[in-house]
C-alpha cells in the first residue's frame, strides 16, 4: 500500500473524530432508547426499500460489467423482499437483552469494600468486510445495541448500496436520542480508506474484519489498532471407530453439503482406519450424488476411482464450494494431530458412540467449538440460542466462537466504600 494523502486522511479523522464523540453519548444510553432507534431505522429501511434497491441496481450492472460470478452477484444482490429480512433481523437485535451494565461477578471484601465488575461497551468498532450489503445494517444494529459506535467499511462492489444503507440508518437516528455518528461509512472505495482504519488506534477502540482469509491476514498483519479474528473455518468431522455410521453419513453430508459456502462448514473428513472399509464406499457415493469433489490420500483412493489425490493444500483448505479433503487415520490421537496441525481453529466434530473417545477429543481439541455427534454447522449465534452475530472469533482473547451481543462489550470495575483509605 502507498502512503495515505492529506486530503484522504483528513476525510477519515473527521468521521473517526466524530465516531469517538458519539461513543461518550451513546455508551450510557438505556435500553429504551436504544431499541427505540433500532425499530425507527428497521422501520425507515422498510419505508425506503425501493431507495435501497435502485442503489444496488447500481452495484449489481457493475459487477456484471466487471464478469463476476452470479454467485457472488446473488450474495450483493438486494430486493424489497430482502430488505424487508434485514429490518426484520434489526427488530430481532432490538429483542434481545442488553449486556451494558450487567453484574458480571460482585462481592463484598472484608473490608466493607463493594466491588462490581459491569459489561461496558467496546466504545468505537470498525467492521472491514466483503461483498454483502446486509452485513452493512447487521453490524450497524448490534453496534448500536451494545452501545458502540460503528465505522463501516465495506468492499467498493457494495458502495452505492451501503451509502444509502447508512444514510437512511443516519435519517432514522435523528430525533431518537442516539446520535447519528453512532453509525458511519468510512469514505472512500480504495484500499487507502481501509488503510486509514486500520491505522487509526486512539480513535478506533477494535477492528472486526468479515471476510476471506486474505481480508483477514491482511488487516491482522497491518493493523495497529486491535483486531478480533473471525470466520476462517477449516472444519473437520472425525469419524470414530465407534461411530454410529447412519449417524456419521448424515452428519459429513450436512455438515458439508446444507450450505458449503460459509465458514461453518466442513472442510475435510477424518476416519478411523477400523471403520473406513464400511463407511467410505457409502460417503464417497453420498458425496458424489451431492456433487462434491473429494481430494483423498492414498487410502481413500482405494475405494474410489473419482477421488482425487490431496495435496498439502488440501488439507490447510477452506473450500467454500463442493470439495472436501478426506484422510484415513489410524487412531482419534492422530485424528487431533492433523487436526491441530492443518485445523484453522474453528469447528471440529467427532462422530462416536464411546463417552471417553468424545471427552479426550474434546480436551484434546484446540478450537472455538468442538462438535460431539452434531453438525459443524450449527456454529453459530442463532442455532446457539443467543440471537445474531457479529462473526464468529477463532482467536483466543476476549472473545471465541460466536460473537453476540456481550463479546461486544468489554468490563470495568465499580469500588464503592464510605470513606475507606488504604493503610
Known amino acids: 500500500m502507498s502512503e495515505p494523502s492529506n486530503e484522504e486522511r483528513e476525510a477519515f479523522l473527521r468521521v473517526a473524530e466524530s465516531g469517538r464523540a458519539a461513543s461518550a453519548e451513546l455508551a450510557p444510553l438505556p435500553r429504551a432508547v436504544k431499541d427505540a432507534a433500532l425499530h ?83 466504545g468505537v468498532v470498525g467492521i ?158 453420498a458425496l458424489r450424488e451431492k456433487g462434491v469433489t473429494v481430494h483423498g490420500d492414498a487410502l481413500v483412493r482405494a475405494y474410489s476411482p473419482d477421488v482425487v489425490a490431496a495435496t498439502e493444500d488440501d488439507w490447510y483448505a477452506e473450500y467454500l464450494s463442493l470439495d472436501i479433503a478426506a484422510r484415513v487415520v489410524p487412531s482419534l490421537d492422530e485424528a487431533v494431530a492433523h487436526i491441530r496441525r492443518f485445523g484453522s481453529g474453528h469447528t471440529e466434530a467427532i462422530v462416536t458412540g464411546s463417552q471417553s473417545a468424545a471427552r479426550r477429543f474434546v480436551a484434546l481439541v484446540d478450537s472455538a467449538a468442538v462438535m460431539v455427534n452434531a453438525s459443524t454447522r450449527f456454529t453459530d449465534g442463532e442455532e446457539f440460542g443467543f440471537g445474531a452475530e457479529i462473526g464468529i472469533s477463532t482467536q483466543k482473547l476476549h472473545a471465541r466462537g460466536p460473537m453476540g451481543l456481550p463479546e461486544l462489550t468489554s468490563t470495568k470495575y465499580v469500588v464503592t466504600g464510605e470513606g475507606h483509605t488504604r493503610g
Open 40 to 122: 425507527a431505522v428497521a422501520d425507515a429501511l422498510t419505508a425506503r426499500a425501493e431507495e435501497i434497491v435502485k442503489a444496488n441496481a447500481a452495484d449489481v450492472a457493475r459487477a456484471r460489467e466487471a464478469g463476476t460470478s452470479e454467485a457472488m452477484v446473488d450474495r450483493l444482490a438486494l430486493s424489497r423482499e430482502r430488505v424487508g429480512a434485514i429490518a426484520a433481523a434489526v427488530r430481532q437485535v432490538a429483542a434481545l437483552p442488553d449486556p451494558v451494565g450487567e453484574t458480571v461477578r460482585g462481592y463484598v471484601l472484608p473490608n466493607g469494600l463493594s466491588v462490581q465488575q459491569v459489561r461496558v461497551p467496546l
Open 128 to 285: 472491514i468486510y466483503e461483498g454483502r450489503p446486509n452485513v452493512t445494517v447487521d453490524a450497524a444494529a448490534l453496534c448500536l445495541k451494545s452501545g458502540n459506535v460503528a465505522l463501516l467499511r465495506g468492499s467498493s462492489s457494495a458502495f452505492a448500496s451501503n451509502t444509502a444503507l447508512v444514510a437512511i440508518m443516519r435519517d432514522a437516528l435523528a430525533g431518537t436520542g442516539v446520535p447519528e455518528d453512532a453509525v458511519q461509512l468510512v469514505p472512500g472505495t480504495s484500499r487507502e480508506s481501509v488503510k486509514h482504519l486500520m491505522r487509526a488506534r486512539g480513535l478506533v477502540d477494535v477492528l472486526i474484519p468479515r471476510g476471506g482469509a486474505s481480508l483477514i491476514d491482511s488487516v491482522v498483519r497491518e493493523s495497529t489498532v486491535p483486531v478480533i479474528e473471525t470466520g476462517v473455518g477449516n472444519c473437520s468431522v472425525y469419524v470414530d471407530e465407534h461411530a454410529d455410521l447412519d449417524m456419521a453419513l448424515s452428519i459429513l453430508v450436512n455438515a458439508k453439503t446444507q450450505r458449503p459456502s460459509v465458514c461453518n462448514a466442513a472442510e475435510t473428513v477424518l476416519v478411523h482406519a477400523n471403520v473406513a472399509d464400511r463407511f467410505l464406499p457409502r460417503a464417497l457415493a
